[in-house]
Structure formats: C-alpha cells, structure tokens
DNA sequence: GGTTTATTTGAAACGCGTAATGAAAAATTC
DNA sequence: GAATTTTTCATTACGCGTTTCAAATAAACC
C-alpha cells in the first residue's frame, strides 16, 4: 500500500493533545481575568503558536469559547445543588433552586456573558455543541426537581414546563445583567411568579 | 461682558443636528444590510466625519446604537397590537401578544441582536437611556392587557406579574436565537406555559 | 492683522477577530 | 540526495471599536 507523499495530517492524539491544551489555557486566562482578557493573540502566546493557528483547528473564537462552557455549566450546577441541598419538600427544592440559578448568573456576569452572549446569534457554530447533548448540563437538574414534585406527569409536559422554565429564568438573568439600571422586581419575586405557572400545570 | 478666547462649544442646535443625523444614517444603514453592516467607518462616511469624531458625540457605539432601539421597539409593539386586534377576550389577547412578541424576535434576529445583545454586559451606558423610560416602550402593553385581563389586582403586583412575563418572553427569544439548534418546544407551547402562571396569580 | 486661546476634528495607532496566501515541515518518489 | 507532494503553520493584511494626541478651526484680545 503505497501513501501519497506529503506531510501526514495531524494524529488523533496531536489533535486531542493540542485541542486540551487550548481549552485549558482559555479557562486560565477566564478565571484569572474574566471574559474580556480571553483573546486569540492572548491566548495563542499562552499556547505557543501564532493567532491564525488557532483557526486551524477551530472554527472561530466561538467554538472555542464553547470548551468553556461545561465547567461554567458545572460550577452554576454546583451552586443550585448546594442551595437545595437542605430543602424536604420538592416546592422548596424548585423555587430555592429558580432562584439560586438567577442569582448565580446575575452575580457571575462574566459567566453570563460566556455562555448566553458570545455565539452570535445566526451563526449556527454552536450546533454541533448542543447536538452533542450540553445544552443540558445544568439544566437537567430543572426538569428532575420538576418530575419529583409531580411524578405523574407526562414526559412531553415535563420537557414544556422544565424548557420554559430554564428559558423564563435565562431572561430574567439577562434583563438582570442587561438591563441592570431598571428598578426589575427582586429577583425572588420574579422567579417564585415564573414558578407559578410551572408548578400548578 | 467678555467671553473667553477660543473656538465656541457646539450650540444646542448643532448637536441635536449632529445627533439626528447619524441616527438617521445609522438606522439606513440598518434597514438596508443589517445589524453587522452598523461600523463606526461605516456610519463616519456616510456622516461625512471621521470615526472618531462619533467619539466626541456618542460615549460608544453602543449609545449609537441605543438610538435605533426606539424603532425597533416600535415596530415590535406594532405587530404586537396588529396580532391582537381582533381578539375580543383578555385572555386570548394575552395568548396572542405573547405569542406575538416571541416570534417577533425569532423572526427579526437582527433586531433582537441589536436590543438585547449590543449593550455589552457589564458596562452601565445603558443607563441613561434606561432612565428615559425607553425600556417601558414596546413592553408596557402587556402591562395595560395583564391589567385589562384582572382589574381588581393591586399594581405591585400587576408590576411583578408583567415584568416577569416580559423578562420570560425574552429568555425564549433569546434560547430560540442564541441556541437555535436545539429541540426546544413549540413557541406556542413555551409562551402558553409562560403565561399560565402570570394569568393563575 | 497677528497672537492667543479654547474647542472641535481627525490622523495615527492600538488590540480585536479573522481571511488570504506564502513559507515551512514532513512525507513519498525517483 | 534532489524533486515532488501534501499538510501544517505563520506572515501579512483587512475591517472592527476605540484611544491618544496633534492639527484645524473659530473665537477674543491687543
């Protein structure tokens, strides 16, 4: 079997190898500086190539951005899970668990601004994240809160009133760090009145 | 009296005429190609400035920007009352603006780019047009329906029942924009769950 | 009219994300 | 070992938003 002559692409491991050591890089630079400090000249100084080497094995600053994601999803999992750790009864768990979540992204706008404000909306690259099933990390936990507090629902209503729920309390986190000089209601007063509806259904 | 030496500061006149003339230029600009079209050179040369002349008037694009939202707002609330106009119950108006609102920016997501996404999280220049009470435009009329649907309901609480909705419907705008690529449930759906509670209260 | 002064405007530059293209590297072929 | 080939990497450059500071402008003063 005879191979074209060439330079071999890159190996699996090389690919991995580098791709890793991207990523961690990025989250250095985030958590030592915040959102704003993760650049690609920055960053591609920190691993050792030139900027537009990064394009090479990335689609954009985006996909990158996404590597980040799962930590910042873990830790904002983390948080909530804390906050109903003490809680008996299901309705306490889901409402302490609304409001820990906005909290955690209103207090965390970095993180916010990460996950929520830096795909560019129209620009498909975040499918093949999401497709990959982490879009629910960190929201799942909603939907098993939701089944324990009415176990005899119906998958499909489950999905509705969890995936309604998550995007209701994305909103108020984003009018909350947007829109932040707006006299909003307190943040337990919104999200017990998102709640109300999920609950009742 | 004797005035200081040195070339006068710009007269009222001159900077609501500077002002207006780049809103006009940008919205253009806007209209025809898109949010990602708006650039300082862009809008400069059209102007007839330079770039950073736009500086010395707007502390940002951003404020330039802000300028724009007052249209959009309006355009917005216009399709809102249109899909509403022949609704002859408070609840079905309130089924159908919602409805309305979401797929309004699912459908113009340049226009959602452009209100929700360009502020740049973090940073307080939205304040004073915030102050100018341009948040409310647009999104009061869910308060007057909320308010028409149950009149006997103290205004606190109609204000924390709307604004929830309101934060709500731009979380699902926002999801169906940002992470379009997920399976979320019917728009529909997510805006009559929205609802359910903000009408139970 | 020339000088001084205060304000406005704009040239030059910075770091940003990223595209185009050439140089370098690593393999096979002869 | 030289030539060829394919892939990888990096240089150069572009438009982006924005800052710094010099040039230009328009007024009062002498």
Redesign the interface.
């Known amino acids: 079997m005879t191979k074209a002559a060439g330079r071999p692409p890159r190996s699996d491991a090389e690919i991995l190898e580098f791709r890793t050591r991207v990523s961690e890089h990025a989250m250095s630079i985030y958590r030592a500086e915040g959102f704003e400090a993760v650049s690609m000249r920055r960053l591609s100084k920190r691993v050792g190539c030139a900027p537009t080497t990064l394009y090479a094995h990335f689609a954009g600053k985006t996909e990158i951005l996404m590597l980040l994601w799962a930590d910042v999803l873990s830790e904002m999992e983390a948080h909530v899970r804390d906050k109903i750790q003490d809680k008996t009864n299901t309705a306490d768990s889901l409402a302490a668990a609304t409001y820990a979540f906005v909290t955690y992204w209103r207090d965390h706008?970095?993180d916010?601004?990460l996950v929520?404000?830096s795909?560019n909306?129209?620009k498909?690259d975040?499918?093949s994240f999401?497709?990959a099933g982490n879009?629910d990390r960190g929201f799942a936990i909603f939907k098993d809160l939701l089944r324990a507090h009415d176990p005899g629902a119906v998958d499909a209503d489950i999905?509705?009133?969890s995936?309604?729920l998550?995007?209701?309390?994305?909103?108020?986190?984003?009018?909350l760090?947007?829109?932040?000089?707006?006299a909003?209601?307190s943040v337990s007063?919104?999200t017990d009145?998102?709640?109300?509806?999920?609950?009742?259904?």
Not at 167 to 174: D, E, H, T
Not at 177 to 182: A, D, E
């Open positions: 706008p970095d916010f601004r929520f404000m795909s909306v129209g498909t975040v499918d999401i497709k879009v999905d509705i009133r995936e309604t998550v995007a209701g309390m994305i909103g108020v986190a984003l009018c760090n947007t829109i932040s000089g707006y909003w209601p007063r919104m009145q998102l709640l109300a509806g999920i609950i009742a259904s």
